[in-house]
């Protein structure tokens, strides 16, 4: 008493949830399944575009590229600032 039925020729892992109102359990867990599949491949290609970008970071670092680099975006900033200041002025 207590003790479940034993399946001797049945594997385990064979066992599967056939009853209807489980279905929808299923069909989600195979939408979780081909999403999951989905995200790895989109991470793997962000990973090796990645890998990508360092790599030509790592062959253009030295002083003068990061000082060219870093000069650009603050004069980019400072182009919008001017804009929006222009803007706000003419409001």
Do not use: C
Not at 42 to 59: D, F, K, P, Y
């Amino acid at each position: 008493m207590g003790e479940m039925a034993a399946f001797p020729s049945a594997d385990p892992n064979s066992i599967f949830i056939t009853r209807p109102e489980f279905t929808e359990v299923r069909n989600d867990v195979k939408t979780l399944e081909r999403q999951m599949v989905e995200v790895q491949t989109m991470q793997g290609t962000q990973q090796a575009t990645l890998n990508e970008i360092l790599s030509t970071v790592r062959r253009q670092g030295n002083l003068r590229s990061m000082v060219i680099a870093g000069f650009s975006g603050l004069g980019g900033g400072v182009a919008a600032g001017a804009v929006y200041l222009l803007h706000w002025l003419s409001q």
